[in-house]
C-alpha cells in the first residue's frame, strides 16, 4: 500500500466543511454527521487514509444524505491521518496504528448506536484503506449493504465471506486492486447465488479517483460523480428497498414480549426490598461514557479480563450492586456497570408509572443492544475475556423463575455437552436475594456472599 498511488494528490483537509457537522461521539468516535437524524436508512462512510476532513469526502456524505440517509463519516485515524511527506513516520509505520481491523472493531459500537436511534437498514462504503474495513463489515453480517471503492488490503478470500449485498468500484490503473484481481472477486461473487453484486472497472481512472480527483479535472469529475449515481442506487436498491412490514413485525413481537414480562415483573416479590440509591457509593468510580454508557467501575484498568454487572431495575446506583462489582474488582477483574436505565430506574411508589407502563421504555432487548459498544469498549482497551451477570431483568421462593423453570433450563444446557453450565437453586431465599438482601439479616447476608463466591468462582474457571 505504500505504492505512490495510494497516497497520490492529499487532499487539503478541512475540519469545519461540508453541510453537516462535527460531533465529538457518535458511538464513542468523533464523527462528521450529514442527513435526517430521523432516517431510517444510514450509510456509514469509512475513509482513506487521509481521513474524514477531507473535503471531497464530506462532499460525497453530504449527496448521499441529500437522498435520504442519515451520513456518518466516523474519525477511526483519531486526529492522526496519514501525511506522506513525513519522513519521521512513513506509511510502514503509521499503518501499525491504524490497521484497518482496528476500525472495523470500533466500527461495531457506531453500528449499535445507529441501531439504537432507530436506524433499521445500514450500509457502508470504504475507499482504499476503509474499503477492507467495510468488506469485514460485510463478512460479520454488520450491515445491510457494502460499497467498495478502488479497495487495498481486500483479498479473494475476504470476498468467499461477503454476507451481504456488495457493489466493487474499480479502477482500471490500479496497482492496488488491479482489473484482474477485481475480476477475480466478481468470480467469486458470482459463484454465490445468494449475495446481491455489482462490479464496474472504470476506465482511464487511477486509484484513488472516487474521493482524490482534482477539481479542475472535468473528466475525473465526470468520472467520480458516475461513481457516486451507482452508489447511490446500489443503497436505494439494498436498504430503502427492504421491506419494512418484517421489522415492524419484530418490534411488534417485542412490544408484546415486553407487556408479558411488565405482567410478570408485577409481582410484588420482583419490586420487593428497593435499594435506597446512592450515586457516590462504592470504591470505584462514576464515567460519564464507557461505550457511549454512563456507568461505575471498579478494578485494575489495565486487567485483561473483565466482568460486566447488569443491574436489576433498580439500576446501577444500588448500594449492594456497587459492594458486589468492588468485590468482584477485588479478585482481579475490571468491572463495569452500565446504567442501561439512563437515570430512570423504576420506582416502586410511583402509581401513575407502573412496571408494566416502566417495562416499554426497559425492554431487555434495549439493554442488550447497549451492551454490545460497552463489550467492543472493553476490547478497544485490550481485554481479552468479558463475563457478565445479570440480575433479575434462582431461588427457591421465585414467581419468576421458579425452580421447576430453572430445572428445565438445566435440563436443556446438559444435553448440549459442549456447553459448561452450573446450575444451583438456593433454598430459603426469594428473588432478588443476590442483590436486595436487608445488611441486617444475617441469614440473607451469608446466603448472598454464598452466591457471589460462586459467581466469582464461575469467572476464575471461565475466564482466567
Known sequence: MASPQCCANPPTLN?????GKVVESFGGIKAYVAGAAESKAAVVLISDVFGFEAPNLRKIADKVASSGYFVVVPDF????????????????????????????E????????????GVSSIGAVGYCWGAKVVVELAKAHEIQAAVMCHPSFVTVDDMKEVKCPIAILGAEIDRMSPPEVVKQFEQVLSSKSGIGHFVKIFPGVEHGWTVRYKNDDAAAVKSAEEALADMIDWFNKNLKGCDPAPAAAREEKRVEERLEVGSRMASPQCCANPPTLNPAGGEGKVVDSFGGIKAYVSGAAESKAAVVLVSDV???????????????????????VPDFLHGDPFVRENTERPIEVWIKDHGADKGFEEAKPVIAALKEKGVSSI????????????????PEVVKQFEQVLSSKSEIGHFVKIFPGVEHGWTVRYKDDDAAAVKSAEEALADMIDWFNKNLK
Not at 475540519?15 to 453541510?19: S, T
Not at 433498580?314 to 463495569?336: M, T
Open 387 to 402: 463475563g457478565a451477570a445479570g440480575y433479575c431483568w434462582g431461588a427457591e421462593i421465585d414467581h419468576m423463575s421458579p
Open 106 to 117: 470500533e466500527a461495531k459500537p457506531i453500528i449499535a448506536a445507529l441501531k439504537e436511534k
Open 314 to 336: 433498580f439500576g446501577f446506583e444500588a448500594p449492594n450492586l456497587r459492594k458486589i462489582a468492588d468485590k468482584v474488582a477485588s479478585s482481579g477483574y475490571f468491572v463495569v
Open 77 to 104: 485515524l483519531h486526529g492522526d491521518p496519514l501525511v506522506p511527506e513525513s519522513t519521521e513516520k512513513p506509511f510502514q509505520m503509521w499503518i501499525k496504528e491504524h490497521g484497518p481491523d482496528k476500525a472495523f
Open 15 to 19: 475540519p469545519i466543511g461540508g453541510e
